[in-house]
């Protein structure tokens, strides 16, 4: 069988730069700006993680995003380590949380973060016994 890697997650907006600049500001994400085919394109580094930006026009043909929990993507997870203290930090910057840092289970915590037009993001601390 391949061995399969994860590659990127690819996000649309009506507003590149904004994205950017929140997952920057925020996550700390590094902005990668280039051009491609003669357009302005916009790609974030985080964690090891490749994020693409892609704009959305009007009559693109482009979706409106589901309501959240839904089928398909629902978000994604950010390892951290001192969750509390990464969430504190977070509110402190106004980000939304739409569950506060709690425990589900034994050897994790986790809480759910709500980025640039309702992207879903989780952060979540694991403890190296249950690793």
């Known amino acids: 069988?391949?061995?399969?890697?994860?590659?990127?997650?690819?996000l649309r907006t009506g507003?590149?730069?904004?994205?950017a600049q929140w997952f920057e500001r925020t996550l700390g994400a590094e902005v990668l700006r280039s051009v491609e085919q003669g357009r302005p394109r916009i790609d974030l580094k985080l964690?090891?993680?490749?994020i693409f930006v892609a704009p959305v026009t009007a009559g693109?043909?482009?979706?409106?995003?589901?309501?959240?929990?839904?089928?398909?993507?629902?978000h994604f997870g950010l390892f951290v380590e001192?969750?509390?203290?990464?969430?504190?930090?977070l509110k402190a910057k106004g980000v939304v949380f739409t569950k506060e840092p709690h425990s589900p289970r034994p050897g994790i915590r986790i809480c759910f973060i709500r980025g640039p037009e309702d992207i879903?993001?989780?952060?979540?601390e694991r403890s190296p016994v249950y690793a």
């Open 1 to 10: 069988m391949a061995a399969f890697v994860f590659d990127h997650i690819h």
């Open 15 to 19: 507003d590149p730069e904004a994205m």
């Open 47 to 50: 964690g090891g993680m490749r």
């Open 60 to 74: 693109d043909g482009v979706n409106p995003p589901p309501a959240l929990p839904c089928r398909g993507l629902d």
């Open 82 to 89: 001192g969750l509390d203290a990464v969430a504190a930090e």
């Open 120 to 124: 879903s993001i989780e952060l979540l």
